[in-house]
């Protein structure tokens, strides 16, 4: 997997209770003919996270794409990505969609883990947009 630091929404990050991502992504100025974003060739662009250390006392982890038009993040629009349990929440653990919705017409993007449960004392998340997804053997 080839991952780009600047369209990184977390590089390991610890995710200790709920909270966004560490980074967030400016697709920047959104087109007024088309009010969309141009993603390039295609338009499809996929986006991974994978949990690269352990959790451990949370029941489960949600994770959900939240887009604005600032960067004080309200957020004017939530997509829910996935649910993953305890079980689940394992070093290696990939949760992928080959590609975000079309038709983004707001400018900024990051991603919240919002815990269930007890808060883990351990756990961190590498996430980001990638040039693709393998589609053998994800786990969500």
Do not use: C, H, W
């Amino acid at each position: 997997m080839i991952l780009d630091t600047q369209a990184l929404f977390s590089d390991a990050q610890a995710v200790t209770a709920t909270a966004a991502s560490t980074n967030t992504l400016d697709f920047g100025p959104i087109s007024p003919a088309t009010r969309n974003v141009d993603a390039g060739k295609g338009d499809d662009v996929a986006l991974l996270v994978q949990v690269v250390e352990d959790f451990n006392n949370l029941t489960s982890l949600q994770i959900d794409l939240e887009l604005d038009s600032t960067t004080a993040f309200t957020p004017d629009k939530v997509i829910p990505l996935a649910s993953a349990t305890l079980a689940q929440l394992k070093a290696g653990m990939q949760i992928a969609r080959d590609d975000l919705p079309r038709g983004i017409t707001l400018q900024y993007a990051r991603l919240k883990y919002t815990v269930t449960g007890t808060a883990p004392t351990s756990g961190k998340i590498t996430a980001g947009i990638v040039a693709g997804v393998q589609s053998n053997g994800v786990a969500i």
